[in-house]
Structures are given as structure tokens and as C-alpha cells.
């Protein structure tokens, strides 16, 4: 038996030595790596733009706590942004090169990329684009180049904007589950789908203006840059007289018909590189790496704060991908405390979520204010719950085709009152007092609980127009009469008095420091996340028994799918009155 504990003591013991091992390399590893790892630049080289792993503003700061180790990502594209404007002056960069890109920015994203490559051009550098098929969202953004090709088989998508929603008012009937809504705000439209077989007026005289007041902007920039008029734009898109190589060279929506080596031919003889020689190229992220990691600024003591509030609201810590009052309340009270920081720009890209939430950021800022000023910058959405925590910063701005507003509470209950009693169910409740029981699935709403449900959402609408007013120096009258839970774009939402200015990060980064009286600044971006040891080893070591749930779905159904799933996972998990926007509306 001695001998066989002793056998079995050196094999836990060789074990337990292997496994500090590993993971002691794989901490030295991670620690050395990160952003130390050495980008090469070469001289006379090209950026390639590709986007398909660029999808939100901020790609986040981690601190792993178990380690006390910071990890920065630079995949973000604020990093693309930043990467772009300093090509401008990089001796060793001759040009961009946008290779069959395929983006999931969003419109307003794509504006901002779009003027920062306008404002790249002006270095009297190149751009040039390349495509087999061209979604109509990614030729908005590749009609800035130079020289644009298209493949002489491929494809030009260019068509006007739709909008398709859903009605599933009798599929409740048919099923017997019905969603039961609580709404304040006529065009809310969330909860619309639910109670009625087709699009109501009001829902269909806002998507109107919506997508044109979108579709103004794509034909604005694209006519500039194509030098195409806009009446001329509208009339191909009436027509899809682009849809073909031929047409579309035949309107100049593109410059040239070519394969892909012809394309890398014209870029070796800008280069002034032998056809027989490769040319150099770094990609976008790699480039934007090594931009963000390389020393600059370091003698500068004065801070503008960007923190990044992007995602859903919802309660708890947050992450990249949903705002919580954890991370931003943090964010906020380092901003307050750090007496060189001088001010703070939120970056708003949200659809809206928890109203309880959104108010609890909302203080947070109203405590900044006091101290130094805040300034909103919009992105993609900032609607609903994402207005509500930029309505009380001094300024707000707004890209053209920011999709905000939507300044209205709803609630939606789950009911399967019928589908019980189909299938025979019967729900009986024993309650101590008249509203003990509370809401049940299996009972029709009771009149009571509607009626206390109702007043709580009017109140958490009063409150969102009290602090609309307040924000805006508006009275509550007039900001009734552009709220109710109706979208407006960015462009309109000036017009009506929401925003303050058209214009993208770079413009409200700008005006922050203008009112902080500096002009010798750097930025900081937040929030800094926490992580823990399991999430470390599931980033680097790939093993599956460290990989999260979330990991290996994805994995295993593929990235297009899991954002359906998460959807579904979001509206699961939502709790409380939620002030967000009526739907996800993406533009192809």
C-alpha cells in the first residue's frame, strides 16, 4: 500500500508540476505578447481595408483580475479610424486598397469611414477598390475611391432602401400564446407586430421618413463622389440600372470591368513595382495595432475621456456588447476624479433596454456635468434608452443617418391563457390578499395588474420627457408632440431640436476640448472590463474545456446565426419597463 501511495503521490506530483508549468508559460506568453508583438511595416507599402472582423466602435479594454493584466484590443473601429488618419502623414504608406470587402458597420459607421477616407484622399494618397459583387451598403463606402472596379461576371446592388416587419397577431390566435403590451407613445412600435395583422399609419409614415431621410445621405455622398446627380442616382436605382458590369460602368458607377490580377497590376505601376515583384501590403488591424501601440502623446498631461457606451442597456457590470450602469458608473467616476482629465465625450450606439438603468447612467452623468462638461457623440442607434443617457449632456452630436429619438415606455407580458386551456391545463391560485398573485402566464391579465403596470410605464414616461425637457430647454408640451415613441434620423432630430450638430466622433472630440480650453490633449478610452483565469485560458489556450458557453455555440452554428440567437436571448432576459427602439434596423 506504501508503495502504491507513493506511486500514485509522484504521479499527482508530476501532474501538478506539468500543469504550473503550462500555465505558467502561458501567462509569460500572454504577457509578452499582446501589444508588444512586433507588426512589420515596410516602405512604399498599401493598407488593405478589410472589415469583416470590425463590427463595433470600441473592441474593448480587459483586465484580467486574477493577473492584474490589461489586455487592449485594437479591432475597434475607432482603431481603424485613428489607424486611417495617421496613414495620412506615414511616409511608408502610398495608399488604401478596399479588396472585396464585405462590411457589418452599420450606416452611420460606414459615414464615418467613409469621410475619414475623404479626408485620407486630401494627403494626395490613393484609394482604390476592388469587388466580385458589391452589396449596395458596401459600394456606398467604396464609391469614395479613386478608381473603382467590378468583376466583369460579378454584380452591383443598387436599389433603394426597404423596410419588411412581421404581423403575428393572428398566429397568437392560432396558437393560443398571446403577448400582452402596455405601451405609452402612438408610434412605439415595438409591440405593434403583436397587436395587429398589418402596419399601422403611424409606424408606416415614420419608416418612410426614416429610410428616406437614410437614403438622402447614401445618394448625397455617393452623388459627390461619383459626380452623378442625385435625380440621376434615384432614376438607376428605379431601375436597377446598375445591376450589371456593362450598366454599371455605362452610369460611372464604377470606373472599370477587370479581374482581380489587373486590379494588382494598376496598384504595382502606382507603386512603380516590377509586374514580375509583389507589392507590400499590411492589413487594416495589423496597421491599426501598431499605431495605437506605438509612443506618442506621452507629454501631454491633458485628458479627454471617450467612454464608449455601445450595445443594449441592461442591468449589471456590462461588456462590449451590452451597456450596464457598473461599467459606465465606473467610467464616469474616474472621469469626475482624475483632475487631469478636463472632459468627457459619450460615445452613444445603443438601441435603448432598461429604463430603470438608463436612469441610473443618467444621474451619473448629471453628477459629470457638475464637474466637467459632457459631450454625447451618436453612432449607429441612440434611440430610446440610448437617447435617454445622452438628453442632459451640453451637446449632442449626431451623424446624418443616426437613427435616435424614439422617446417612448412599452411592456410586454407573455400570456398562454389559451394554449393552457387547448391542452387542457387549469391554473389555480390560493393568495393572502387581492393582488398577492401578482401576473401569471396561465390566467387572463388581470385588470388590476394592467392598470398598475400602466401607471408605472406613464410615470417612467413622464420621467423620460422631464429629462428630454431639462436636457434640451424644451417645455414637456413640445417634446410630447416629437416623442411618443417615433425614430427620427439624425438629420431630423436636428431639425426638431434633439441633437445640436451633424457630425461624428472626431467633431464632438474636438468641441470637448474647445469648451475644456486645451489644445494640447490626449485621449483615454474606457470602460475597463474584468475578466477572470477561465476567460485568459479560453482566449489563448483554444481548449474546450476552458471555452465559455457562448464560444462554443458560435462555434458550432456559425457567427450569423448566433447574433439570431442572441436576439432572442435579449428579449428573453429583458426585465422591467424597457425604453428601446421598435426594431433592429440594418441596412444592406
Not at 2 to 20: D, E, R, S, Y
Request: aromatic content about 10%; some cysteine.
Amino acid at each position: 500500500m506504501k508503495f502504491l501511495g507513493n506511486v500514485l503521490a509522484t504521479v499527482v506530483g508530476i501532474f501538478i508540476f506539468c500543469m504550473l508549468f503550462f500555465f505558467g508559460l502561458l501567462f509569460i506568453s500572454v504577457i509578452a505578447g499582446g501589444d508588444g508583438d512586433k507588426i512589420t511595416l515596410k516602405d512604399n507599402s498599401v493598407i488593405e481595408l478589410d472589415l469583416s472582423n470590425v463590427n463595433l466602435d470600441y473592441a474593448g479594454k480587459v483586465n484580467f483580475k486574477d493577473f492584474n493584466y490589461i489586455e487592449t484590443n485594437h479591432n475597434g473601429l475607432i482603431d481603424v479610424l485613428n489607424a486611417i488618419d495617421y496613414a495620412k502623414t506615414d511616409e511608408n504608406i502610398k495608399g488604401i486598397s478596399i479588396l472585396n470587402n464585405f462590411s457589418e458597420l452599420g450606416l452611420a459607421q460606414s459615414k464615418a469611414l467613409r469621410d475619414k477616407l475623404e479626408d485620407f484622399k486630401k494627403s494626395g494618397k490613393f484609394i482604390v477598390a476592388y469587388s466580385n459583387y458589391m452589396t449596395q451598403k458596401d459600394y456606398y463606402l467604396n464609391s469614395v475611391a479613386d478608381t473603382l472596379y467590378l468583376n466583369p461576371v460579378g454584380e452591383l446592388d443598387f436599389k433603394g432602401l426597404s423596410s419588411e416587419i412581421l404581423y403575428m397577431k393572428e398566429l397568437q390566435e392560432k396558437t393560443g400564446i398571446k403577448m400582452e403590451v402596455i405601451r405609452h407613445g402612438k408610434y412605439k412600435s415595438a409591440v405593434e407586430p403583436f397587436l395587429s395583422q398589418e402596419m399601422s399609419p403611424e409606424n408606416r409614415e415614420q419608416m418612410t421618413v426614416l429610410l428616406e431621410s437614410a437614403w438622402k445621405t447614401i445618394a448625397d455622398d455617393i452623388s459627390i463622389s461619383r459626380n452623378i446627380s442625385v435625380d440621376s442616382l434615384n432614376s438607376i436605382a428605379n431601375s436597377l440600372g446598375g445591376r450589371t458590369p456593362e450598366l454599371a460602368l455605362a452610369k460611372n458607377l464604377v470606373d472599370k470591368i477587370a479581374y482581380e490580377d489587373v486590379y494588382h497590376e494598376a496598384i504595382k505601376t502606382a507603386l512603380k513595382v516590377k509586374p514580375s515583384d509583389d507589392y507590400n501590403k499590411i492589413e487594416i488591424l495589423d496597421y491599426a495595432k501598431k499605431v495605437a501601440t506605438t509612443a506618442k502623446d506621452f507629454d501631454k498631461e491633458d485628458i479627454i475621456a471617450i467612454i464608449y457606451a455601445q450595445g443594449e442597456i441592461a442591468g449589471g457590470e456590462g461588456d462590449i456588447n451590452v451597456i450596464g450602469e457598473g461599467a459606465i458608473r465606473k467610467s464616469l467616476e474616474e472621469a469626475r476624479k482624475n483632475k487631469n482629465i478636463k472632459a468627457v465625450v459619450l460615445r452613444v450606439n445603443s438601441p435603448g433596454g432598461s429604463a430603470l438603468t438608463s436612469d441610473l447612467i443618467w444621474r451619473e452623468i448629471e453628477l459629470t456635468k457638475k464637474v466637467k462638461p459632457v459631450i454625447v457623440s451618436m453612432g449607429n442607434y441612440a434611440a430610446s434608452g440610448g437617447y435617454y443617457i445622452s438628453c442632459n449632456a451640453n451637446k449632442i452630436f449626431a451623424e446624418p443617418s443616426t437613427i435616435t429619438g424614439s422617446i417612448g415606455v412599452f411592456g410586454m407580458l407573455p400570456n398562454m391563457n389559451q394554449l393552457a386551456k387547448n391542452i387542457g391545463i387549469n391554473a389555480e391560485q390560493v393568495k393572502t390578499h387581492e393582488n398577492a398573485g401578482g401576473y401569471s402566464i396561465f390566467e387572463p391579465l388581470d385588470e388590476n395588474f394592467k392598470n398598475f403596470t400602466l401607471e408605472s410605464i406613464e410615470n417612467v414616461y413622464d420621467t423620460f420627457v422631464k429629462r428630454v425637457a431639462d436636457g434640451r430647454k424644451m417645455s414637456p408640451q413640445a417634446v410630447d408632440a416629437i416623442a411618443q415613441g417615433r425614430v427620427w434620423t439624425g438629420a431630423d432630430a436636428l431639425r426638431i431640436g434633439l441633437v445640436d450638430e451633424l457630425g461624428g466622433l472626431d467633431d464632438a472630440i474636438a468641441y470637448a476640448a474647445k469648451v475644456a480650453k486645451t489644445d494640447s490633449y490626449k485621449t483615454k478610452n474606457f470602460p475597463e472590463y474584468e475578466k477572470n483565469f477561465q476567460d485568459l485560458l479560453a482566449n489563448y489556450t483554444g481548449l474546450a474545456m476552458f471555452k465559455t458557453r457562448e464560444q462554443m455555440i458560435k462555434e458550432e452554428i456559425g457567427e450569423a446565426n448566433y447574433q439570431v440567437l442572441e436576439q432572442l436571448r435579449r428579449v428573453q432576459n429583458r426585465k422591467g419597463i424597457q425604453a428601446i427602439i421598435p426594431y433592429e434596423i440594418k441596412i444592406e
